[in-house]
């Protein structure tokens, strides 16, 4: 009986450490397929090619990094300067009339009405040209010579409200390239600073100062390309206008002259 049990215990034992042995082997074999999908999905996730970042993303990137000191000044300058661009340019548009059209309904007017329907023509029309007609109809009654120049007198006060602010956009062009050329030879300086203090010339020691110098120079004269453009515009409706105040001063007083025989 005592035999018996021995063998029963010893087989038992046996079975056991057979199925501790195959569980280790199944652990063991779990672990290293786990292990080999971990460094696989590593692999994948490193070769993966980067998300590409918008344009406004890495120009938030670049501007931090530029830094605040600098860089919020040249913004600054942008922002004043596009509000002063389109301030005028709104400005331009509504002073902008058919000066043609304006010319004949005054003519229309005068040959039938008179001088108080052409000035009533000019009353109920903006722009700077009607108002240059209103002054010398306004005048017609003295002389040729006094509407000749009450039209020279408002045209230059007209071209001074057309010009308006415009000399601070230039400001704004001239000032931007200086702040970012400023910047730059700051940056310049500091990396000087540091290989001075250190006593050797390492990339990487200067690396970060020239990167915010380089950085300060581009969007300086990016802020001064962008307001150029709007001046020039500007400057261009400027000179359309004068010349058209310039021919309708000429025909009011042909008008006058005609109205007068």
Partial sequence: MKKLFSILAMTGLFVL???????????????SNLSTTVTATAVMLQDAPEAEKSFTQVLKEMFI?????????????????????IERIIYLN?????????????????????VEAAK?????????????????????GESIESAEKAVVSYGGVQMGQLEKNVSWLSLFIAIA?????MGTVIGMIQAFQKIAAV??????L???????????????LITAIILQIFYNYI???????VNDMEDSSISLIDMLVDHKK
């Avoid at 450490?17 to 672990?31: D, Q």
């Avoid at 990094?65 to 661009?85: H, N, P, R």
């Avoid at 390239?177 to 050329?181: A, C, V």
Wanted: proline fraction near 2%; aromatic fraction near 4%.
């Fill in 206 to 220: 200067i690396a970060g100062d020239i990167q915010v110098a380089l950085l300060t120079t581009v969007f300086g």
């Fill in 17 to 31: 450490s057979a199925n501790m042995v195959n569980a280790k082997t199944i652990a063991a074999s779990a672990v």
């Fill in 65 to 85: 990094t530029g830094g605040a000191s600098f860089m919020g000044i040249v913004l600054l300058c942008l922002i004043l300067g596009l509000a002063v661009a």
């Fill in 120 to 140: 009533e023509v000019c009353r109920n029309t903006k722009g700077p040209v009607a108002s240059i007609y209103y002054q010398g109809l306004d005048r017609a």
């Fill in 235 to 241: 400057i261009a409706k400027i000179d359309s206008i």
């Fill in 199 to 204: 006593g050797n010339l390492s990339a990487s």
């Fill in 94 to 114: 509504m002073a902008s009339t058919n000066s043609s059209k304006l010319k004949q309904q005054v003519e229309d007017a005068l040959a039938s009405g008179g």
């Fill in 177 to 181: 390239p200086m702040l970012g050329f």
